[in-house]
């Protein structure tokens, strides 16, 4: 079952001869728990792809439906709790607010909707995470992948439609870089969450589904890695 449709989006900065696409005329969809990786050189426009797919920036042209959902028919303070809902974004600096402990990180966007805290599945993402014993923790007294642990925990409190991570190995060594690797996998699995990723190591790539390469904008490249 498709969750996530893309027809042809386009992201146009400057204007006449400074004009610069940075995403161009993009089309393409994903199955309800597919893992992507979208891989690219620097300035290919996967980061803008990935926001624009979040509802995070507006395109030029085009269209995003997530869960049959036009989101940009939406109007900025619907747009705003759809994404809460129904899109986890995990980045490669965390965003953690440095006077929450990790349980509070983590339970925001609940608290923000107004919603109650399942106990039970909140024990089950810090127990996945490994970070039962790290709850009452503040951000700066944990390391950078027990914070990005916590970002990934954030992201899927409200067991959103989709998750999109925006290079979040980008700040870890090889070791912790797998292990979050690892995690998000596993929340593929476990949870049935479909998965994008946007990275620049093709061995974290090859973990995925599925790749798109971008360049200049476009998709050059859409290729099966496991059926």
């Given at each position: 079952m498709?969750?996530?449709?893309?027809?042809?989006?386009?992201?146009?900065?400057?204007?006449d001869a400074t004009q610069v696409k940075a995403v161009d005329d993009v089309s393409f969809s994903v199955k309800r728990g597919e893992f992507i990786?979208?891989?690219?050189?620097?300035?290919?426009?996967?980061?803008?792809?990935?926001?624009?797919?979040?509802?995070?920036?507006?395109?030029?042209?085009?269209?995003?439906?997530?869960?049959?959902?036009?989101?940009?028919q939406l109007s900025e303070t619907n747009l705003a709790i759809f994404r809460r809902r129904q899109v986890g974004l995990i980045y490669q600096f965390y965003n953690l607010l440095p006077i929450l402990n990790v349980e509070e990180n983590i339970t925001l966007p609940l608290l923000l909707d107004g919603k109650k805290i399942e106990q039970d599945f909140f024990n089950e993402l810090l127990q996945t995470?490994?970070?039962?014993?790290?709850?009452?923790?503040?951000?700066?007294?944990?390391?950078?992948?027990?914070?990005?642990?916590?970002?990934?925990?954030r992201?899927?409190?409200?067991?959103?439609?989709?998750?999109?991570?925006?290079?979040?190995?980008?700040?870890?060594?090889?070791?912790?870089?797998?292990?979050?690797?690892?995690?998000?996998?596993?929340s593929n699995k476990r949870y049935q969450q479909t998965l994008i990723i946007i990275t620049h190591d093709?061995?974290?790539?090859?973990?995925?589904?599925?790749?798109?390469?971008?360049?200049?904008?476009?998709?050059v490249k859409d290729e099966v890695i496991r059926p």
């Amino acid at each position: 079952m498709e969750i996530l449709r893309v027809e042809n989006l386009s992201k146009l900065y400057g204007s006449d001869a400074t004009q610069v696409k940075a995403v161009d005329d993009v089309s393409f969809s994903v199955k309800r728990g597919e893992f992507i990786a979208i891989i690219g050189a620097s300035g290919s426009g996967k980061s803008t792809l990935l926001h624009m797919i979040g509802g995070v920036d507006r395109p030029t042209a085009g269209k995003v439906f997530i869960e049959d959902t036009d989101i940009y028919q939406l109007s900025e303070t619907n747009l705003a709790i759809f994404r809460r809902r129904q899109v986890g974004l995990i980045y490669q600096f965390y965003n953690l607010l440095p006077i929450l402990n990790v349980e509070e990180n983590i339970t925001l966007p609940l608290l923000l909707d107004g919603k109650k805290i399942e106990q039970d599945f909140f024990n089950e993402l810090l127990q996945t995470l490994n970070l039962t014993d790290r709850a009452n923790h503040l951000p700066n007294e944990l390391s950078g992948g027990e914070q990005q642990r916590v970002s990934i925990g954030r992201s899927l409190i409200n067991r959103p439609a989709i998750v999109l991570a925006d290079e979040p190995t980008g700040n870890l060594d090889s070791i912790n870089s797998q292990e979050i690797i690892d995690l998000l996998k596993l929340s593929n699995k476990r949870y049935q969450q479909t998965l994008i990723i946007i990275t620049h190591d093709q061995e974290i790539a090859l973990q995925a589904d599925r790749m798109l390469t971008l360049a200049d904008g476009r998709i050059v490249k859409d290729e099966v890695i496991r059926p």
